[in-house]
């Protein structure tokens, strides 16, 4: 290939040229880091041993080694290291040598293992991947809701490594576990890999299932070890605690190595006093520019209509200055047909490609690697999909770049100026509550009729169980023997839960086909579906026509009808009890339990350029909300003392509260739509002046929980934020919220930065 060695210090100083240098923020160099090589273990089966070494894996980096041994003592371990670590080699040593001498027992099957992945895809590529080392003596299967009848009895009477997901055994091997007995009675190992990704309210369902799995599996006399694979997040062991129940060992010292990169942060310019312009926009300059220096790139847009506005306005930009280059520049979305993806696969091969813009559905769709450059436009939600993205680039040998270009959001603007919080320790923890009741208790019921609950099984679901299942028995659903608690209907209780969720859904359907095109919770339907809404299903416009509650179901047509909506709403909250408490001088946090009451009463429809074009009312029912929240108060003639006079104090607060409910995901992996706000200038429970930030759904997700415990940290980073933004008044990269139900008024962008500094500066104070 002609093509010449990529430099991206000069690629980089090309692009922040002239005036454009005030848009590159930071620089951060991260070098070449070296393999840390170990020997195999000596008890390795020497026929697993020998499919690896045979391609060419003679040594294990470091944390592979760490989490193997572990794992052979039967320490439930959990490995929290980078993208393309290798994790899945910490996890296999140990389970496939468990297999294989197991596969020499009387019954061929003296040990089993039982592999989990949030999605089917990710089981399937994990089976295809075995079966490419071809280990001798090990049968692995995966078993899931595509799997054909006559198969299933198969893998569940000969497998002894079996592939799926949490919702199968929630749905079919827990309630049918007769059928999985011998299974389960050799069963020494699970493995719940990417574990990262159950956090909020689906954590709290996986963590229920995998305790009724242990609680089954302890039935049968089984104890097996838990291995769990994580990207890097802040705490990995309590994540891994909280889901299982378990003490669980963390490794995560990452031994494997890495090409250089020069990571750039980028900050669109101000457009005027209060815009920004969109990180979309800013990318497609920048890819156009890298296509124009011969630098192959892939730029990451988060939703479908952002990659084909990078993709347009980059051939755009290129038509005006190389028409040759247009045709190099491509977009893609997923979804495509295996040729189709082959297609472009070899175009970026064969640099007959020069720019791609992708969804992150690249991280599971193409095989791509060895590209010049990346571009991410927009903070892609965590640090586990940036290195994901970032890692795209970068040939052997060569040193790569990477463009983070922050969207007009409070958490993005945070982020850019504080590298510290993307290059060093994570902050942010994968966070769920596995206590909450109202995910709970309907699992509580599914163990039941698994098999009958007692006292003894607090060990698996903790102190709240005898408590719950006592309300199961007042609703019918339990009944109440002297050897425990019984399943008393006769239907299956699995049919009643839904994993990732909570409560009703309510079904999108296209009017014109009947199609369903996807569900909402019934929580988000009132503001995203309400009759006369334009929704965004994974990035195509369409415009409802009703909403209908009672049949749970929301009539959309296709189309862009040249607006967006957005609802408008009243809500108050209710201190129902603070269960901690933190006393920062004159001003008090709290996180406890809350109710919520809200309603959506109109909408506004706007045109692109903000316009309000119309207010239309709406008329639905007023909802209510039991769940968790954080909440902090600080006396008026102490707001007054940080310059906030009573006028002031409304627009002082609700500016707060938008500021730091954007940047609650730095701390606690949630996004915005996970929680909601309320602030008030005088709170009834209170009795004060009140900023009050809670999780979107009954019973709490553990998001609200961690802004409490890293309350210092979250509040700094949220007045360091308001109070960098360039713009005038506020506006979307500081204190202006796309959910807002109140139109985004009264903001007091100066009046948020005091007050949240005064409340600061307490912490310590006495009172
Ligand atoms: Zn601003
Ligand atoms: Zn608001």
């Known amino acids: 290939m002609s093509h010449q060695a990529f430099d991206p210090h000069a690629t980089l100083d090309h692009l922040a040229r002239g005036a454009r240098g005030e848009r590159l923020v930071h620089v951060r160099h991260l070098p070449r880091r070296e393999a840390e090589l170990v020997p195999w273990p000596t008890w390795v089966d020497p026929g697993v041993y020998a499919a690896w070494?045979?391609?060419?894996?003679?040594?294990?980096?470091?944390?592979?080694?760490?989490?193997?041994?572990?794992?052979?003592?039967?320490?439930?371990?959990?490995?929290?290291?980078?993208?393309?670590?290798?994790k899945s080699l910490g996890f296999l040593v140990p389970v496939l040598t468990a297999l294989a001498e197991g596969s020499h027992a009387p019954t061929g099957r003296g040990a089993t293992a039982l592999y989990l992945a949030p999605t089917k895809a990710l089981a399937a590529d994990q089976l295809a991947r075995l079966e490419a080392m071809a280990v001798p003596d090990v049968r692995a299967a995966v078993y899931d809701g595509d799997t054909p009848t006559d198969e299933r009895r198969w893998i569940r009477d000969h497998a002894h490594y079996v592939l799926s997901n949490p919702d199968l055994l929630h749905h079919s091997l827990l309630p049918g576990h007769q059928h999985w007995a011998p299974f389960l009675r050799a069963l020494k190992f699970v493995v719940v890999d990417e574990c990262h990704v159950y956090r909020g309210v689906f954590g709290a369902h996986t963590s229920a299932v995998l305790r009724r799995l242990l609680r089954v599996a302890a039935r049968y006399g089984s104890r097996p070890t838990v291995l769990l694979a994580s990207a890097t997040v802040a705490e990995p062991a309590r994540l891994a605690r909280a889901l299982i129940g378990q003490d669980v060992v963390a490794v995560t010292h990452d031994g494997s190595p890495r090409e250089a990169t020069t990571f750039a942060l980028w900050e669109p310019p101000?457009?005027?006093?209060?815009?920004?312009?969109?990180?979309?926009?800013?990318?497609?300059?920048?890819?156009?520019?890298?296509?124009?220096?011969?630098?192959?790139?892939?730029?990451?847009?988060r939703s479908r209509v952002g990659v084909e506005v990078v993709a347009s306005s980059t051939r755009r930009d290129l038509s005006e200055v190389d028409p040759t280059l247009v045709s190099r520049v491509a977009a893609y979305r997923g979804g495509y047909l295996p040729e189709e993806r082959r297609e472009l696969e070899r175009g970026l091969r064969e640099r007959q490609l020069l720019g791609l813009a992708a969804t992150s559905a690249l991280e599971l769709g193409i095989d791509i690697a060895g590209l010049d450059a990346v571009v991410i436009a927009g903070w892609p939600g965590t640090r586990a999909s940036l290195w994901q993205q970032a890692g795209r680039a970068g040939r052997t040998g060569t040193e790569s770049l990477a463009v983070l270009v922050a969207a007009d959001d409070p958490l993005d603007t945070y982020l850019v100026h504080h590298p510290e919080a993307i290059f060093e320790a994570p902050v942010e923890a994968s966070v769920f509550d596995p206590e909450n009741p109202y995910v709970l208790t309907p699992h509580l019921a599914a163990a039941a009729a698994e098999l009958p609950l007692t006292e003894a099984d607090t060990q698996w679901f903790g102190p709240t169980l005898p408590r719950l299942a006592d309300a199961l028995v007042a609703g019918g659903v339990l009944r109440r023997r002297p050897a425990g608690w019984f399943w008393a209907r006769s239907d299956r209780p699995s049919d009643h839960v839904e994993l990732r969720g909570i409560g009703q859904t309510v079904r999108i359907v296209e009017s014109r086909t009947g199609r369903v095109l996807g569900t909402v919770d019934e929580a988000r339907a009132h503001s995203a579906v309400h009759t006369g809404a334009v929704y965004l299903h994974q990035g195509h416009p369409y415009v409802v026509s009703e909403l209908d509650l009672i049949d749970a179901s929301a009539q959309v047509v296709a189309g862009d009808p040249g607006w967006s909506t957005q609802a408008r709403s009243t809500s108050e909250f209710r201190i129902l009890r603070a269960d901690r408490q933190h006393q920062w001088g004159a001003a008090t946090l709290s996180f406890g339990a809350v109710e919520v009451t809200s309603?959506?009463?109109?909408?506004?429809?706007?045109l692109p350029t903000g316009e309000v074009i119309g207010e239309h009312p709406l008329d639905l029912p007023v909802r209510t909300l039991s769940t968790m929240a954080v909440w902090w108060t600080l006396p008026e003639d102490e707001l007054a003392l940080a310059g906030v006079g009573e006028p002031e104090i409304p627009g002082a607060l609700h500016a707060a509260e938008h500021a730091s409910i954007g940047l609650l995901p730095l701390v606690a992996t949630c996004d915005r739509w996970d929680i909601g706000g309320v602030s008030t200038a005088l709170h009834t429970d209170t009795g004060l002046p009140t900023v009050l930030v809670y999780d979107g759904h009954p019973g709490g997700a553990g998001f609200a929980e961690q802004g409490f415990r890293q309350a210092r940290q979250w509040l700094a980073a949220t007045v360091e934020t308001v109070q960098a933004c360039e713009c005038a008044v506020?506006?979307?990269?500081?204190?202006?919220?796309?959910?807002?139900?109140?139109?985004?008024s009264p903001l007091s962008k100066v009046g948020a930065v005091r007050a949240l500094q005064h409340l600061l500066a307490e912490q310590g104070r006495p009172r």
Do not use: Y
């Open 599 to 606: 309603q959506i009463t109109s909408f506004l429809r706007r």
């Open 53 to 86: 070494s045979g391609a060419g894996v003679t040594h294990l980096w470091s944390h592979q080694r760490e989490m193997a041994d572990l794992a052979r003592t039967g320490r439930h371990t959990v490995c929290a290291t980078g993208t393309a670590s290798g």
């Open 270 to 301: 101000m457009t005027s006093a209060d815009t920004r312009r969109s990180a979309v926009s800013e990318s497609a300059s920048l890819l156009a520019d890298l296509v124009l220096q011969d630098v192959q790139t892939v730029a990451f847009a």
């Open 730 to 744: 506020g506006c979307p990269s500081c204190v202006q919220s796309p959910k807002c139900g109140n139109g985004n």
